[in-house]
């Protein structure tokens, strides 16, 4: 269906526990793995795989068949080498000097059943997050107008849910997606699974996008979360698609796991046919209270390897740099919007943890000459 388009595409795209805990540390996994993977990406991943051309139709063209070997081949290329590949990538599909500015908000605040261990809003973990009453539509269409003021486009709404139930609450959702799209802001929701007909009401009510993550590699999913697998999230993904909502779905990296496993996540959603056409990638923010508060940070360079790598294999997507950023230097933000990430979290907060301060930001982006996606007309 994505055919083997190469044009430039932007605006077609969407512009237009504790068990985990020791499983993590355990592993030891990724953090130095890029040092490693350096000397070698096809010994690395275990058989001689041939260095990636992207395909025969040539650089920028869209797959669905990308291999575990062919992208850690790819991953695991010399810094500058996997850095011009992706920037080529992404002047094939995108504005390469436009970012688009998106504001969380928490609309439904803690007391999670499921136990993501690296979450702080898990009712399974003391993380200081306490369940909180759900915001009015007063409050979310406030916040929307003042994320549009300070420059936004896109609003998503989050929800501490493991899944979506039918009722006052999901009506209140949907009252908020029209408040924000009344604003003419791109809006987009993650309220966790769910189900066909939810999805449809969504899109009647107006929901540009969902987000759902496949978060990690379907093999270390289950040392992440015990209370559901990866399965539950391609169906939600389905059931978003179906209903004509584009599908945000992305991950996080810093979580224990290894190289092969950001790898096979990628691969993942490139299978997903269309691709996703937003796809965020977190560095794990380590919240105190969760299994994974004693991991290591994720190491800056690995970090801009990720963005460069779904760059390539993720052609048209926006990629997101999302959750983490503020622990990346300035100078490796920006190393992140030249390799492929064209969108960032921007507000004071992402859904319960910190973010960069947004006229920081503002002046990091003018700074550089870029410029901020304009709202459409
Ligand atoms: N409950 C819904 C769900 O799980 O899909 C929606 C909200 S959940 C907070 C959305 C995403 O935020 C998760 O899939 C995960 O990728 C990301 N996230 C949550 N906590 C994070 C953390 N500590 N660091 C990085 N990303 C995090
Ligand atoms: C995504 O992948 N990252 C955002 C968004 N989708 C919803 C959420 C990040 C949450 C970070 C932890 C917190 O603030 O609670
Ligand atoms: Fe709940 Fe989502 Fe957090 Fe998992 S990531 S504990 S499902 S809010």
């Known amino acids: 269906?994505?055919?083997?388009?190469?044009?430039?595409?932007?605006?077609?795209?969407?512009?237009?526990?504790?068990?985990?805990?020791?499983?993590?540390?355990?592993?030891?996994?990724?953090?130095?793995?890029?040092?490693?993977?350096?000397?070698?990406?096809?010994?690395?991943?275990?058989?001689?795989?041939?260095?990636?051309?992207?395909?025969?139709?040539?650089?920028?063209?869209?797959?669905?068949?990308w291999t575990i070997p062919e992208v850690r081949a790819l991953h695991d290329?010399?810094?500058?080498?996997?850095?011009?590949?992706?920037?080529?990538?992404?002047?094939?599909?995108?504005?390469?000097g436009e970012v688009q500015l998106c504001r969380l908000l928490s609309v439904k605040t803690g007391g999670c059943p499921e136990d993501c261990a690296y979450c702080p809003q898990s009712a399974h973990y003391e993380t200081g997050v306490g369940r909180q009453p759900m915001l009015s539509v007063e409050q979310v269409r406030a916040a929307a107008e003042q994320a549009r003021a300070d420059g936004a486009t896109r609003f998503c709404m989050g929800a501490a849910w493991r899944n979506v139930r039918d009722g006052a609450e999901f009506d209140r959702v949907l009252e908020m997606v029209r408040a924000v799209k009344g604003l003419g802001l791109e809006a987009c929701a993650t309220l966790g699974m769910l189900n066909a007909s939810?999805?449809?009401?969504?899109?009647?009510?107006?929901?540009?996008?969902?987000?759902?993550?496949?978060?990690?590699?379907?093999?270390?999913y289950k040392s992440i979360i015990s209370t559901r697998d990866q399965h539950e999230r391609l169906a939600t993904l389905e059931s978003v698609r179906a209903a004509g909502v584009q599908v945000c779905s992305g991950g996080i990296i810093g979580m224990g796991e290894s190289l092969q496993d950001r790898a096979s996540m990628l691969v993942a959603l490139a299978a997903l046919d269309p691709h996703p056409e937003s796809v965020p990638i977190n560095a794990l923010v380590r919240a105190p209270g969760t299994p994974l508060e004693a991991l290591p940070p994720v190491d800056p360079v690995e970090f801009l390897r990720m963005i460069a790598t779904a760059r390539v294999v993720l052609?048209?997507?926006?990629?997101?740099?999302?959750?983490?950023?503020?622990?990346?230097?300035?100078?490796?933000?920006?190393?992140?919007?030249?390799?492929?990430?064209n969108s960032i979290f921007y507000g004071d907060k992402l859904l319960t943890t910190p973010n960069p301060d947004k006229l920081d930001d503002l002046a990091l982006l003018e700074r550089a000459g870029l410029s901020v996606q304009a709202a459409a007309p």
């Open 77 to 96: 290329l010399p810094l500058f080498e996997l850095v011009d590949r992706a920037r080529d990538v992404h002047r094939r599909h995108h504005r390469s």
């Open 1 to 65: 269906m994505d055919g083997t388009r190469s044009c430039f595409s932007a605006d077609s795209n969407g512009a237009g526990a504790p068990a985990a805990c020791a499983g993590a540390a355990a592993r030891g996994a990724a953090s130095g793995g890029c040092g490693s993977a350096r000397i070698s990406g096809a010994e690395a991943s275990g058989g001689a795989a041939p260095l990636p051309s992207e395909t025969a139709e040539g650089p920028g063209a869209l797959r669905h068949d």
């Open 198 to 220: 939810q999805a449809q009401r969504l899109k009647e009510a107006g929901l540009d996008a969902y987000n759902h993550n496949l978060d990690t590699s379907e093999s270390y």
């Open 315 to 341: 052609p048209s997507s926006r990629i997101r740099l999302s959750a983490g950023r503020g622990e990346l230097d300035p100078q490796t933000q920006l190393l992140c919007l030249y390799a492929g990430a």
